[in-house]
């Protein structure tokens, strides 16, 4: 997820513990050492940049940055002296070589204000040997340097160096919140369903929002649409349905997923949908099914793709196709014997 085009979103359900951070610094009771744990698309980056911008500035005001001091807008052009930040490549773990390189900087004289601030984001990517290092940094720390760390989890980092560190675990707002706040972003969201498909993960519904919005999953859609009838009606068409969903298992079965809530929706709306629907472009073989699935049948099949999906993420390519056909098989099944004619 891209989350630096999220700087200009406001992230409200952060905003307490941001103040609260705020507080401990005036009252000089700052540690050298944070960690914000949560899951993906929850703001930790995004908190952590906030954050840093305002240790780096030279005149806080008593609730932010300035946003206007040098320090400030070295900061929005991202070229601080005294912000140095590392992320992991993907797949790929943070080395000690990298570390060094940072914890020399922070060694250093700051070279604008008073901070200097080491951003990683994907701490559990750590290597033993690099979060050594970092240990050795918190054992001695600089009076004026500041360490921020972000993962989803504390589990991977080393105990050790989690004793240096003072974690805070992001929790994700409410429904209402959420929903709340995606309506001031332009979008309604009716369905819980798919609230916990992202976990409440404010900046990851929105991504999946925003996406859906510029179409770049029509193809999907429409292959969905087209997979989901050729099953119907030609049932060896499941298992290539099957290994095209396993492609990238975890947007398609999302898609599907909706697929069934737009179904859901109509059936509920005696046979209408909003122009803005995702299926909408479907609605009239989606009128043929919804007529096929009861309630029931469509709340089932819901949390059969949600556990299917949970499934997922220990198998291997094969495996994913073999729990996507069974899943598929059952959606087959929801569905009452069809009075269509080929
Ligand atoms: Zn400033």
Redesign the pocket.
């Known amino acids: 997820m891209a989350e630096s085009s999220f700087e200009q979103v406001s992230t409200p359900w952060l905003t307490p513990f941001y103040q609260q951070l705020q507080q401990t610094y005036q009252q000089g009771r700052f540690a050298h050492g944070l960690l914000f744990t949560g899951s993906a698309g929850i703001g930790k980056y995004k908190l952590a940049q906030q954050l840093a911008?305002y240790l780096?500035?030279?005149?806080?005001?008593h609730d932010d940055?300035?946003?206007?001091?040098?320090?400030?807008?070295l900061?929005s052009v991202h070229n601080h002296l005294d912000y140095h930040f590392l992320v992991a490549e993907k797949n790929k773990s943070i080395g000690i070589d990298q570390v060094r390189l940072l914890t020399e900087k922070l060694n250093e004289r700051p070279q604008l204000g008073n901070n200097k601030v080491v951003l990683i984001k994907g701490a559990e990517q750590l290597t033993e040997a690099a979060a050594n290092a970092l240990l050795k940094t918190l054992e001695e720390p600089q009076g004026d340097s500041y360490l921020i760390l972000l993962a989803r989890t504390h589990h991977q980092l080393m105990p050790t160096l989690l004793s240096r560190l003072q974690q805070t675990h992001l929790h994700s707002p409410d429904d209402q919140t959420l929903i709340n706040w995606l309506y001031e972003l332009g979008y309604q969201v009716s369905d819980l369903g798919v609230l916990r498909w992202f976990q409440n993960s404010p900046l990851a519904l929105l991504n999946h929002l925003k996406a859906l919005q510029q179409d770049a999953s029509l193809d999907t859609r429409r292959q969905c649409v087209e997979g989901v009838f050729n099953m119907l009606y030609q049932p060896q068409q499941l298992f290539s349905f099957s290994r095209l969903l396993a492609n990238d298992a975890e947007q398609n079965l999302l898609l599907l997923f909706h697929l069934l809530h737009d179904i859901h929706k109509l059936k509920l709306n005696t046979e209408q949908l909003n122009q803005d629907a995702i299926y909408y472009f479907a609605l009239p073989q989606l009128q043929l099914w919804q007529a096929q699935l009861s309630f029931k049948s469509l709340r089932v099949l819901s949390q059969e793709i949600l556990k299917t999906r949970s499934l997922l993420t220990e198998h291997n390519a094969l495996k994913k196709e073999l729990l996507i056909s069974a899943l598929l098989i059952k959606i087959k099944n929801e569905f009452k014997e069809t009075h269509y004619v080929s």
């Open positions: 911008q780096l500035c030279t005149n806080k005001q940055a300035c946003f206007e001091c040098h320090s400030c807008k900061f």
